[in-house]
């Protein structure tokens, strides 16, 4: 079953002679569970294809569908809502809040709602991560790789429909990358969470389901490496 899925998807900058097409007329299809890897050379188009998908960029046309919603068509309310509650992203640089500790950072997307995640699902979420004994640590007192945990587990605490990872390893160590790389598949079998992973890694992107490959603003390839 699919959750999410594209229809001619394309994205331009810029006008007339300056104008880049960075997405062509993508269409897409992802079943739910799916693990599934892009990749592509710098300016491909790979990182366009995630905002998008994200609800943090709009298309110029063609459609987005999450869980049989078109997201290109929200107003500016709903697409805040869909980016809290129904897409985890997670970025290379982390991006966390450097005035909260490590369990409000998890917490953000629901206290911005109001809400509260489960105990149970809280306690199950840190105690994979290994964060359980850094809950009231600031950011800025966590190494890279502990901070990358904290943005997974942030991703993952609305139960979200996808999870987008933007080079999430692009910042860490061969170790750290491993055991982020471990996290993403442990989540994907544990949770059934929907990934798709932006990577220029190659050794990174085997280790997906999937692997779709992105050349100026089209898919050039999709190959299906793990059932």
Known sequence: MDI???EGLTRRYGTGQTMVTALDHVDLRVERGQFVAVIGAS???KSTLLHLL???DRPDSGKIFVEDVDIATLGEERLAQY???KVGLIYQFYNLIPTLNVKKNIM????LD???PGKERFDDIVGTLGLSDRLEHLPGQLSGGQQQRVAIGRALIY???????DEPTGNLDRKNTEEIISLLKLSNRQYKQ???????DEGVALEADRIIKIEDGKIISDKVVRL
């Open 54 to 56: 994200g609800g943090v």
């Open 43 to 45: 300016g491909s188009g």
């Open 108 to 111: 953000l997307p629901m206290l």
């Open 83 to 85: 980016r809290r509650r």
């Open 114 to 116: 109001n809400k509260k």
């Open 159 to 165: 139960q979200p429909a996808i999870l987008l990872a």
């Open 194 to 200: 929907t990934i798709l992973l932006i990577t220029h």
């Open 4 to 6: 999410l899925s594209t």
